[in-house]
């Protein structure tokens, strides 16, 4: 399975990032959460500082284009295998910063590749 740091995790059902890890861990994989706010999802405590991840496979963003580049260094230190950069969060430079150091990127919906089995 593929362990998965989701970045812009929330305690509220209403957003997709809420959605996507209890999805990600109802299908066994293991979820790393990092968020804004403290609270829990999907039975995991939302980090709220930049919590040192190994083995990180994807960084799946919930984070807008405007506020990503605060979260350049940490997401490509992280050395993930892929970012998915789900819709709204598309991003040209942190495409190209990702490429630059072979990490592959995709512009789907988590929710989306779960659900048909693409994850």
């Not at 998965?4 to 059902?13: E, I, R």
């Not at 980090?47 to 919930?62: E, F, G, K, N, W």
């Not at 998915?84 to 512009?107: D, S, Y």
Request: aromatic letters at 6%.
């Amino acid at each position: 399975m593929k362990k998965t740091l989701v970045l812009g995790a929330s305690d509220n059902p209403e957003r997709y990032a809420f959605r996507a890890a209890h999805m990600l861990k109802n299908h066994g994989h293991e979820v790393v959460p990092v968020g804004l706010r403290k609270g829990q999802v999907a039975g995991l405590a939302i980090h709220t500082d930049r919590p040192q991840a190994s083995d990180i496979d994807t960084v799946t963003l919930y984070v807008g284009t405007r506020n990503q580049p605060a979260w350049y260094d940490y997401i490509l230190d992280l050395q993930p295998k892929r970012i998915l950069f789900n819709p709204g969060t598309e991003n040209p430079e942190l495409v190209r910063l990702a490429h630059e150091r072979g990490i592959a990127t995709e512009e789907a919906c988590t929710l989306v590749l779960l659900s048909i089995g693409q994850y």
